[in-house]
């Protein structure tokens, strides 16, 4: 008796290459979306024809015109977040803090606000700005 020669269900071959399509997509999407953090408040720092750079490792404050303060994008009351900064300075007096303040904010409230940080303990205080382009 002869049975007919079977031909292998080809349907695996032919799915193989979506899968791999679709997981490196996955992969994709999640690392480019993590890359992206937002701040939980708008803040438009002022312009500044000076070109200084940022450090990656400093501490960022937020500072809104409302009185709205944020660490790291974690949101504080203003004692909170000198509490913190008074704490983490104790740990690590040379921790540079990037101060990114709203363009709209008066002066004098940048300068109180400054000075606060300083009798916390800040020794290097950036004031982050926008490049005139």
């Known amino acids: ?3 007919p020669d079977r031909r292998p269900d080809q349907t695996e071959e032919r799915i193989l290459p979506l899968i791999n399509v679709v997981f ?3 992969i994709f999407f999640m690392i480019s979306g993590s890359l992206s953090v937002t701040e939980p408040f708008d803040v438009v720092p002022p ?6 750079q940022h450090e990656p490792d400093s501490l960022v404050i937020l500072m809104g015109t409302d009185g709205r303060f944020a660490l790291d994008n ?17 740990a690590q007096p040379q921790t540079p803090i990037t101060l990114k303040a709203d363009g ?3 002066g004098n409230a940048l300068v109180g606000f400054t000075q606060s940080l300083y009798e916390a303990g800040v020794k290097k205080l950036r ?3 926008e490049s005139e382009a």
């Open 127 to 129: 004031l982050l700005t």
């Open 1 to 3: 008796m002869h049975f």
């Open 104 to 106: 709209n904010l008066p």
């Open 74 to 90: 974690e949101p504080l009351t203003r004692a909170q977040l000198l509490a913190r900064i008074d704490t983490i300075m104790q």
């Open 47 to 52: 312009s500044s024809t000076s070109q200084g």
């Open 24 to 26: 490196l997509l996955l």
